[in-house]
T-cell receptor, first 116, second 110 residues
Framework: GAVVSQHPSWVICKSGTSVKIECRSLDFQATTMFWYRQFPKQSLMLMATSNEGSKATYEQGVEKDKFLINHASLTLSTLTVTSAHPEDSSFYIC????????????FGPGTRLLVL | RKEVEQDPGPFNVPEGATVAFNCTYSNSASQSFFWYRQDCRKEPKLLMSVYSSGNEDGRFTAQLNRASQYISLLIRDSKLSDSATYLCVVNRAAGNKLTFGGGTRVLVKP
């Protein structure tokens, strides 16, 4: 089936640093990828939609200058959390839509970010 | 009102028993519906899509009621491995954006 990977799987960083998370579709091309965030005991919240070759679309309340998204190829999207602060600590999950399989989104394994 | 609402549970289920739970959605224009399963500290995994006529996949049965705007999931002959959080997921009317419910936690006990 469709496989999506994320790297790194977890990261600990100091407050004020930037962290880049990669999301890759391994066996299919994904024109659209999605970035979610999940805080403990809460559901996934869509942050932004990443479109290959164009600017990402951010959900209301998500700062585009803080969460930089780049979708430079059909198999890779990156999310950079700039100047991370402790409140950015969360579980970040990407998903990719395989156009050949209808509307199904396949999720990466997630990245746990802890900002000290 | 949340776009997708679920009873958070937990539903404590004896092994072998049947459990069912619902999810309500607020956007009547929603088009696609799914149940995902999420294990602790893991990513969500697609359990099944939900079709208008209802559908079954092994021990899992999903139903959609558009008039009342809810979907349901029934698990028969529960296994210990069914313990997880079940996420109700609805696509928004515009584009392929998914909206997740808060999840229903199911604990199957021996």
């Amino acid at each position: 089936g469709a496989v999506v990977s994320q790297h790194p799987s977890w990261v600990i960083c100091k407050s004020g640093t930037s962290v880049k998370i990669e999301c890759r579709s391994l066996d299919f091309q994904a024109t659209t990828m999605f970035w979610y965030r999940q805080f403990p005991k809460q559901s996934l919240m869509l942050m932004a939609t990443s479109n290959e070759g164009s600017k990402a679309t951010y959900e209301q309340g998500v700062e585009k200058d803080k969460f930089l998204i780049n979708h430079a190829s059909l198999t890779l999207s990156t999310l950079t959390v700039t100047s991370a602060h402790p409140e950015d600590s969360s579980f970040y999950i990407c998903s990719a839509r395989d156009g050949g399989r209808g509307w199904t989104q396949y999720f990466g394994p997630g990245t746990r970010l802890l900002v000290l | 009102r949340k776009e997708v609402e679920q009873d958070p549970g937990p539903f404590n289920v004896p092994e072998g028993a049947t459990v069912a739970f619902n999810c309500t959605y607020s956007n009547s224009a929603s088009q696609s519906f799914f149940w995902y399963r999420q294990d602790c500290r893991k990513e969500p995994k697609l359990l099944m899509s939900v079709y208008s006529s209802g559908n079954e996949d092994g021990r899992f049965t999903a139903q959609l009621n558009r008039a009342s705007q809810y979907i349901s999931l029934l698990i028969r002959d529960s296994k210990l491995s069914d313990s997880a959080t079940y996420l109700c997921v609805v696509n928004r009317a515009a584009g392929n954006k998914l909206t997740f419910g808060g999840g229903t936690r199911v604990l199957v006990k021996p």
